[in-house]
């Protein structure tokens, strides 16, 4: 853990790519239509055949609209667009304005693999935005890192992957799971734990963490462990152990439509989360998936992520009025939503830093670029490609929203291979 107040950078490090992007955004208000683009010809600012023009610069968007991963992926879509508009609307990067080509995963990694390749190979876009699962990151990770693509992915994970082609703006294990454990011991006492995931590598690995966390670090026991396939929606014999085995908490990782069934099941069964007996703590269920729960059947679970809709600070206010203004009065925003949102601009700051869209150039300048814009207050960028951020705790209201009950006072480093996890 950093001993850094997330309202400054780490101490001594340099804000010239920061203030370098503060200066091109006020150049691109102000100036008439493509001084900034005769500024950076493309010739010299695409050297390898990207989809770069005069006026014009090509990013691909990749999640699941379609499939059982959709009411995940939805929001990322929605907070990638809304950055991007956003850009624009300041004039672009490097003078250019962004356009986007859209390709939908539909909750298949094979298919997310397919239309990577489609992005790179036959768009040949600047920079790509997408995944959600850990399957689907995984499924197009070779095509990334044979294609020198760059992939900005906004997912909490379980870490155990660094790679010169990723920029991770989610949280990984020690930021996460690891946080959220100490948490739930420390507050609430747990000692038995009941881990319950959806069958893919993000649950399975994150458990694993977990169970060793609970076992060799806090004294705890794992009393029960059990994976369903992506879209089950019988969840009824599960919870019949849980109420057997009486654990302190219920540590749920489950993902997309399957968290709908699990929590109506979960309180149509009599387990009452408000009662904290057991605790339930999830790292899963974001505000995204609560509008398809509803709020009545999560009231009083709790969260271990790095950002809630309710967080109450300056620019988290703009980016959720902005938001709604785009998309909808009704519309909720979960963490993955919000890193998801990052992806644009840390991406923007690193081409404007380098002063080229080429990918070497671009990953080069990416490291150490910082935005103090972000919802989530001040955030960095890792020389591991992953993010300096907070970890907080939200307990669910049935209003749908998460009231902040814990937050790290300090930024947490990021470190995606914590030793004796592996």
Not at 41 to 67: F, K, M, Q, R, Y
Not at 85 to 111: H, Y
Not at 126 to 150: D, I, Y
Not at 368 to 374: F, K, M, Q, S
Request: charged share 20%.
């Amino acid at each position: 853990m950093s001993d850094t107040p997330s309202s400054k950078p780490p101490k001594g490090f340099s804000r010239r790519a920061m203030m370098a992007t503060s200066a091109a955004f006020g150049a691109a208000l102000f100036a008439p239509k493509n001084l900034l683009a005769q500024s950076y010809p493309t010739a010299e600012v695409n050297t390898t055949g990207l989809a770069v023009t005069d006026d014009t610069v090509t990013v691909g968007i990749l999640h699941s609209i379609t499939g059982t991963m959709a009411i995940s992926e939805t929001g990322s879509v929605q907070a990638e667009k809304l950055a991007i508009k956003q850009i624009n609307d300041m004039g672009g990067v490097l003078g250019r304005k962004i356009e986007v080509i859209q390709e939908d995963g539909a909750s298949d990694w094979p298919t997310f693999a397919e239309k990577a390749r489609k992005l790179l190979v036959n768009d040949k876009v600047a920079s790509v935005m997408g995944c959600w699962t850990s399957a689907s990151r995984k499924a197009v990770l070779p095509v990334f890192e044979q294609h020198n693509g760059f992939l900005y992915y906004p997912t909490f994970y379980e870490g155990l992957e660094q790679s010169p082609n990723v920029i991770y703006t989610g949280q990984e294990a020690t930021q996460q799971i690891i946080a959220g454990l100490d948490w739930v011991k420390e507050t609430k006492g747990a000692n038995t734990f009941y881990l319950l995931g959806s069958d893919y590598i993000w649950p399975r690995t994150s458990n694993k963490i977990a169970r060793k966390h609970i076992e060799d670090f806090l004294g705890g026991k794992v009393v029960g462990e059990e994976y369903y396939p992506l879209g089950h929606t019988q969840f009824n014999s599960v919870i019949n152990k849980i109420r057997l085995r009486k654990p302190d908490v219920i540590y749920a990782i489950v993902v997309g439509g399957s968290n709908v069934a699990f929590y109506k099941q979960l309180k149509a069964a009599g387990i009452d989360m408000t009662a904290e007996d057991p605790v339930l703590l999830t790292i899963s269920v974001t505000e995204d998936e609560i509008l398809g729960i509803g709020g009545e059947n999560m009231e009083g679970a709790y969260a271990c992520m790095k950002y809630f809709q309710s967080l109450d600070n300056p620019n988290n206010a703009a980016f959720v009025k902005a938001f709604k203004e785009m998309w909808g009065e009704d519309i909720v925003i979960g963490d993955v939503t919000q890193a998801a949102y990052l992806g644009p601009w840390l991406w923007k700051a690193a081409v404007e830093a380098a002063g080229s869209f080429d990918v070497d150039k671009v990953r080069e300048a990416q490291i150490g670029i910082e935005l103090d814009t972000a919802p989530e207050g001040y955030v960095k960028v890792h020389e591991n490609h992953h993010l300096w951020s907070k970890t907080r705790v939200g307990l669910a209201k049935p209003d749908g929203q998460y009231e902040v009950v814990f937050e790290t006072a300090e930024l947490v480093e990021p470190d995606p291979f914590p030793e004796g996890y592996q």
